[in-house]
């Protein structure tokens, strides 16, 4: 499964673009990029995934390059509610789902 | 509403007890997993069990048990043998797609053992 490094924390304001980026310099042909959120005691929560280019929803974007050794999530004007534990994942169908978390990024989001 | 429970919020026990915490869905999904997530760190997979009557072990499934006898159902059991039981628990579910890595997370239980 390929290892992921992302920043252990960012700090933001309201209102304000964020954009989190995630290594992943060994990804596989077959792997996928996910984006989890988790919120203190809580389970996390599935934002995006994508495999190339680029992806957009109703809560967030994700940019992933040609060469996808990386990708960056992108959550547009945050509020006070976007403050959580972000993770990003990578990899492929194994039969399973098969979810790697790591330590994720803790976004602050301040007034 | 479609979703995951799961009983108790906290839950104290004494060591050298078993402990079972329930995890139940209405989503209709075959896949459910059971993970522990320890202060600061991501999750780690137990068990998962992807039809009926089935599962199969996960990264750190030493001391866990589960069973799957029904579809909507996959509690899991922390026996004595867990030697630091002590953790968030959190089961979740999904369909089986290969392309697709959505799994819908219960609240959690919190597990403490004294």
């Known amino acids: 499964l390929a290892k992921t490094t992302q920043p252990i924390s960012m700090d933001s304001y309201e209102g304000q673009e964020v954009n989190i980026t995630c290594s992943h310099n060994n990804i596989a042909t077959n792997d996928y990029i996910t984006w989890y959120q988790q919120f203190p005691s809580q389970g996390p929560r599935f934002i995006i995934q994508g495999y190339k280019t680029k992806v957009t929803n109703e809560v967030a974007s994700l940019f992933i390059p040609a060469d996808r050794k990386s990708s960056t999530l992108s959550l547009p004007r945050v509020s006070l509610s976007d403050t959580a534990v972000y993770y990003c994942l990578v990899g492929a169908y194994t039969g399973f789902q098969k979810l790697v978390f790591g330590t994720g990024t803790r976004l602050l989001v301040s007034p | ?114």
């Not at chain 2, 997993?33 to 599962?55: A, E, H």
């Not at chain 2, 069973?67 to 043998?81: G, H, I, M, Q």
């Not at chain 2, 953790?87 to 239980?109: K, M, N, R, V, W």
């Open chain 2, 1 to 114: 509403d479609g979703g995951i429970t799961q009983s108790p919020k906290y839950l104290f026990r004494k060591e050298g007890q078993n402990v079972t915490l329930s995890c139940e869905q209405n989503l209709n999904h075959d896949a459910m997993y059971w993970y522990r997530q320890d202060p600061g760190q991501g999750l780690r997979l137990i068990y998962y069990s992807q039809i009926v009557n089935d599962f199969q072990k996960g990264d750190i499934a030493e001391g866990y048990s589960v069973s799957r006898e029904k579809k909507e159902s996959f509690p899991l059991t922390v026996t004595s043998a867990q030697k630091n039981p002590t953790a968030f628990y959190l089961c979740a579910s999904s369909i089986q797609d290969e392309s697709s890595y959505e799994q819908y997370f219960g609240p959690g239980t919190r597990l403490t053992v004294t």
